[in-house]
C-alpha cells in the first residue's frame, strides 16, 4: 500500500487510529482492521507521522520530528544522585535543576537550586542522612520565604514526589518537561518571574517533544489541569490536544 498516499489523505490537524483506518480503506477497500498495527508502524518507522499523545497522530510534515528534552546536570546534583544510588538504593526519586529553565527564560536564573523529590514515605530519612552529608545545603519542604532567607546557589531542596508524575525514557532519575512545565503551576518555592511563562513555554513546545496526555494526567493529579490548559489556551499559540 502506498504510504504517502495514506499520509495525504489524513486530516491536517491531530487523528486518530480509526481515521488512520479510514484512509487506507479510502486508498484500499480492502483493507483489513487487522492490518492496522503494521500500517501504524510503517508510518511512525518511515518519519511520516509521530505520536502527540493518546490516540493521537500528525503528520510530521505539518509538526517536524522533535528531540525529546534531557537536562543537563551538574556536578552538584550528579554528586546528590550518587549518594541516593548509593545509600538509598530501593527510595525511587527524582532530580532536576533549576538552571535547566535558563534554556527557555528570558530573566537569567542567577542562583541555581538542586530539586530532589522522593517518595513521601522516605522524605524525612533522605533529609536527615543527606543534611549530615552535606550540612548547610539542604532545606526541607522549604517554603518561598525560607528560600530567600536560607537558600544558597546549588542549594538543595527536598520535596515529596508526587504520584502520576511523567517518567523519563532515560534513567528513571531523570525528569521530563511535562513534568517541569506542570511544576511551573504547581510549585510555589521556584519565585520565577511568571511574566516569561509564555515566551518560556512556547519554546519548550517549539524544541522539544511534549506528551500532552501524560502532561493532562500529572495536572490533574496536582489539581493544576484548568491552570496550565487554561494557559495554553489563552496566554500561548499552542494548540491543546487534549482536554482537561
Given amino acids: 500500500m502506498r504510504k504517502d498516499a495514506i499520509i495525504h489523505s489524513l486530516p491536517e490537524g491531530p487523528f486518530s487510529r480509526q481515521e488512520i483506518l479510514d484512509a487506507a480503506r479510502t486508498i484500499d477497500p480492502s483493507f483489513k482492521e487487522t ?3 503494521h500500517l501504524m508502524g510503517t508510518l511512525l518507522g518511515s518519519n511520516l507521522m509521530l505520536r502527540v499523545g493518546r490516540n493521537q497522530y500528525k503528520k510530521v510534515e505539518k509538526e517536524p520530528q522533535k528531540s525529546v528534552f534531557t537536562g543537563v546536570y551538574s556536578n552538584a546534583a550528579l554528586q546528590v544522585i550518587k549518594y541516593m544510588q548509593e545509600q538509598f538504593p530501593l527510595i525511587s526519586f527524582r532530580v532536576w535543576e ?3 529553565l535558563n534554556e527557555f527564560f528570558n530573566h537569567l536564573i542567577a542562583r541555581n537550586q538542586i530539586f530532589l523529590e522522593v517518595e513521601k514515605d522516605g522524605c ?3 533529609f536527615s542522612a543527606l543534611a549530615e552529608e552535606l550540612p548547610g545545603r539542604v532545606l526541607l519542604r522549604p517554603k518561598a520565604q525560607e528560600l530567600l532567607h536560607y537558600g544558597i546557589d546549588d542549594g538543595i531542596i527536598i520535596d515529596p514526589l508526587i504520584t502520576e508524575a511523567p517518567k523519563s525514557d532515560g534513567e528513571p532519575y531523570q525528569v521530563p518537561l511535562e513534568k517541569l512545565i506542570v511544576d511551573l503551576f504547581a510549585k510555589k518555592n521556584l519565585m520565577l518571574s511568571k511574566g516569561d511563562f509564555p515566551s518560556a513555554i512556547e519554546i519548550m513546545f517549539c524544541r522539544y517533544r511534549i506528551d500532552q496526555v501524560s502532561m493532562r494526567r500529572y495536572a490533574r493529579r496536582r489539581n493544576k489541569a484548568k491552570a496550565v490548559f ?7 499559540t499552542i494548540e491543546s ?3 482537561t
Fill in 35 to 37: 492490518q492496522l498495527r
Fill in 124 to 126: 524525612d530519612f533522605v
Fill in 241 to 243: 490536544l487534549v482536554g
Fill in 98 to 100: 533549576l538552571s535547566w
Fill in 230 to 236: 487554561g494557559f495554553l489556551r489563552n496566554q500561548t
